[in-house]
């Protein structure tokens, strides 16, 4: 993992750098890329309602199959112990 990490920061350091080079302002460049890109609520407006609502009903079901699957595998409890076999057998010497 640290060496993806590693690369990713020297892969942004000499892109900061190059574009420095060229003398472009890396903040003007960022701006402009995001500019471009569509905001999420774009992206959602794009995609039909009705198709919207399937994978959202998708989704849903998923998780709750996810969820009922993951409860079912959690075995049942085997602890017998009551409350007094808890209990240390022994507290010092007993009183007189």
Same mark, same amino acid.
């Given at each position: ?11 942004? &350091? ?6 420095? #080079? ?24 794009? &995609? ?13 079901? #998923? ?6 699957? #993951? ?14 076999? #808890? ?10």
């Amino acid at each position: 993992m640290t060496v993806l990490l590693r690369a990713a920061l020297v892969i942004g &350091v000499l892109s900061y750098f190059a574009l420095m #080079r060229t003398g472009a302002d890396p903040a003007a460049e960022a701006r402009r890329l995001a500019g471009a890109l569509p905001t999420a609520q774009t992206a959602l407006d794009a &995609v039909p309602t009705e198709t919207r609502e399937r994978a959202m009903r998708a989704v849903l079901a #998923r998780g709750l199959m996810a969820e009922l699957s #993951r409860r079912a595998a959690e075995p049942p409890s085997t602890d017998t112990l009551e409350d007094a076999d #808890r209990q240390p057998a022994w507290r010092g010497i007993e009183p007189r």
